[in-house]
């Protein structure tokens, strides 16, 4: 889990009005740390864990881009097509900017900006 990501996302719920839901939320045991190699299985369990509900996900949005893409595959096994019929989100722009996705939707990450914009929040 990053705490930074999970916070932003509830903070941006509650600014909406929106309660947090835990089942709407995947995330691997502290104890697990999957690594990418063996994040397979965890990324398919959260996808039948969002399309198993009578209403099921029509967007998943992921911790990076490279577990974007391990969603993608899954979601394309199923027969889903991405963009038609669910959206897709990840975080780093890797998978667009490498030309390995064009459909995914990826949120471009400005370490510098980040540190710099701390650094502004800290000496205030």
């Known amino acids: 889990r990053n705490p930074a990501k999970v916070g932003g996302y509830r903070a941006a719920l509650a600014e909406h009005g929106v309660d947090f839901d835990p089942e709407l939320v995947a995330a691997p045991e502290a104890r697990e740390k999957p690594r990418l190699a063996g994040l397979e299985p965890f990324v398919e369990a959260a996808i039948e864990k969002f399309l198993a509900p009578p209403d099921p996900a029509t967007a998943i949005f992921t911790f990076n881009d490279q577990r ?57």
């Open 68 to 124: 974007a893409m391990l969603a993608m595959a899954v979601l394309e096994k199923r027969g889903l097509k991405i963009g038609r019929d669910v959206s897709l989100a990840g975080f780093g722009d890797r998978a667009f900017r490498s030309g390995d996705c064009r459909w995914l939707t990826s949120s471009r990450i400005y370490p510098y900006k980040m540190g710099q914009e701390a650094a502004r929040v800290a000496l205030e």
